[in-house]
């Protein structure tokens, strides 16, 4: 017994050895199909393995990379692993990690929506998502905490924190204006205060719990993370070059009109807006793609939604249903292949959506490893990450609140989703369970629960 703990300290302490782009594939390829949650509960996800246990990234780094996916549109974990990703093994890393990220979300989405319009609502189905919902709500409730628990490291981010939470509770403020708040008294706090703003918050190095990291606090920039005009405009370029390339085919083949061009182009402007994650985006999509365009109906919305919630990948891949359900009622690939019609309009929206991140990511990944480390920049990012702390407790409490009254605080209480949600966050929390047993499980449950109604 005297032999574990020496063996257990030196491998932490050992340097870790470079990682070779296969292996990282494999990874990122994994991370793919774990990344339940929402963003969230993939971060974390992130952060229990590059971080805690592979050691791939130091906190810091990964906390200063976050920070600045935080402040972009679009999906923020995504956006997280192309950075690490692009960071580790150049341009190629980038695009891997961040679409492998979403292709696994992607199939499965494609699978899920054609039983959705082939079969309808089926009462098995109906049942794994009873079970799934308050799993999720307990996952994001977790995720909240553990996010918190390194980023709230005294009074003052706490009340950051709890300023934010009201913000957007209480008086409905546009995740936007509470980045920009929190920005701002990081910047003039650490004018009065530098200490409290200053990575680590004085409570030790983070690799004093996790060991050395191949990419440390003190690791500098590798050569293709440096910053120069001449690949920031060929970043630019290329991104617009391949923006255009895709529309103007679409516009070709079915003209500006068709539904394709018209996603291409609404999806776009909905990548470019989606500015605190996925749900401060779909009352924008629901206008567009519901009420303007008439590509699917609100229930048909609302079951999306359900669906995007229960698969990996980013919640924003909503749209990828969005997109198929219109492709296959539009009849995009003609009358007789309504599949092909959906796929195909699902891999149009979710190009889109997807392509700005990778964008600002390529281009804006070596103006941001060029702060790091300096508290002029760090300090608003610091204070941004406490602020999505409260902002996460306020998603899980509207995930809470539709998962136990269902229809409203008027309706009756979901005793059985309750019930699912504390067992889901004491697993959590007590025992440390990881997210596929978790979902699996209560899968289980509201699966038997529904099939067999005795059990209610």
């Not at 920009?180 to 650490?190: D, N, Q, R, V």
């Amino acid at each position: 017994m005297d032999t574990a703990l020496p063996d257990t300290s030196l491998a932490r302490s050992a340097p870790i050895q470079p990682i070779s782009f296969a292996e990282a594939f494999r990874f990122w390829l994994k991370l793919g199909f774990i990344s339940f949650g929402g963003p969230a509960g993939q971060i974390a996800i992130m952060h229990t393995e590059l971080v805690e246990r592979r050691r791939w990234i130091s906190e810091k780094r990964f906390l200063h990379a976050l920070n600045y996916c935080m402040l972009l549109p679009g999906p923020e974990a995504q956006q997280l692993a192309t950075y690490i990703g692009w960071l580790m093994h150049r341009t190629l890393g980038g695009i891997v990690a961040g679409a492998l990220f979403v292709l696994p979300s992607l199939f499965i989405l494609v699978a899920l929506s054609w039983v959705y319009m082939a079969y309808g609502n089926v009462p098995a189905v109906a049942g794994v998502f009873h079970g799934i919902k308050p799993a999720v709500t307990a996952l994001v409730l977790h995720a909240a905490h553990r996010i918190g628990t390194r980023a709230l490291r005294n009074p003052w981010m706490w009340g950051i924190a709890a300023a934010a939470f009201l913000a957007i509770f209480a008086f409905d403020t546009p995740f936007p204006a509470i980045v920009i708040g929190a920005g701002l008294t990081g910047h003039f706090g650490a004018r009065w205060a530098p200490g409290v703003f200053a990575p680590g918050g004085g409570h030790g190095s983070a690799q004093a719990g996790y060991g050395p990291a191949l990419i440390d606090d003190d690791t500098p920039a590798p050569p293709h993370a440096r910053f120069t005009r001449s690949r920031f405009a060929k970043v630019l370029a290329a991104g617009l070059v391949l923006w255009a390339l895709a529309i103007g085919s679409l516009a070709a083949t079915q003209g500006w009109h068709g539904t394709l061009a018209q996603m291409g182009t609404f999806f776009t402007k909905a990548a470019l807006l989606t500015f605190g994650g996925a749900y401060a985006v779909l009352p924008y999509v629901y206008q567009g793609a519901v009420e303007q365009h008439h590509w699917l109906n609100g229930t048909q919305m609302i079951d999306g939604l359900a669906l995007g919630e229960t698969t990996p990948g980013p919640l924003i891949m909503v749209v990828a249903f969005v997109g198929f359900v219109g492709g296959w009622l539009q009849q995009v690939a003609g009358a007789g292949a309504p599949f092909l019609g959906g796929a195909l309009a699902a891999t149009v929206v979710t190009f889109f959506t997807f392509l700005p991140s990778f964008v600002f990511i390529l281009a804006g990944g070596p103006l941001i490893e060029a702060t790091h480390g300096r508290l002029g920049f760090t300090a608003p990012l610091s204070a941004i990450t406490a602020a999505v702390v409260g902002v996460i407790l306020n998603l899980a409490l509207f995930f809470a609140y539709h998962v136990l009254w269902p229809k409203g605080f008027g309706g009756h209480f979901d005793a059985v989703s309750a019930v699912i949600a504390s067992a889901a966050a004491v697993a959590l929390f007590r025992f440390k369970v990881g997210v596929l047993p978790l979902l699996g499980g209560c899968a289980v449950v509201g699966l038997l629960v529904t099939l067999a109604p005795g059990l209610r």
